[in-house]
């Protein structure tokens, strides 16, 4: 149905920068909502970002201001950049998409990636 791929994380020093895509692929025709989340190591999968489709991103109050999120709907991406990256940054971060849309007007959701780590040493 609707698969989709995360870029490469990494290993970073603390204060470093990383850049994260996701690509959607399928059998759809628009998507909703694209974004990001993450899970550390013993805690619940968070909320980063997510982006509307109109382009409009909300961000966890933790990452708000040192990271951007932002979506190409003609490339059916959406990215992350992360910057001022901080040890309690380190996780697994997933893509997520809540819901898309076929020409006939059904719909899927909740599609997840594969996850991607992301490292942060102080």
């Not at 959607?24 to 974004?35: D, H, R, W, Y």
């Not at 990452?63 to 990256?85: E, I, M, Y």
């Amino acid at each position: 149905q609707v698969q989709l791929v995360e870029s490469e994380g990494g290993l970073v020093q603390a204060g470093g920068s990383l850049r994260l895509t996701c690509t959607a692929s399928g059998q759809f025709f628009t998507i909703n909502n694209m974004g990001w989340y993450r899970q550390a190591p013993g805690k619940q999968r968070e909320l980063v970002a997510v982006v509307s489709s109109g382009g409009v991103p909300t961000y966890a109050d933790s990452v708000r201001g040192r990271f951007t999120a932002s979506r190409d709907n003609a490339k059916k991406t959406v990215n992350l950049q992360l910057d001022g990256l901080e040890p309690e940054d380190t996780g697994v971060y997933y893509c997520y998409v809540d819901r898309v849309y076929r020409t006939d007007f059904s719909y899927d959701y909740d599609f997840w990636g594969q996850g991607t780590q992301v490292t942060v040493s102080s």
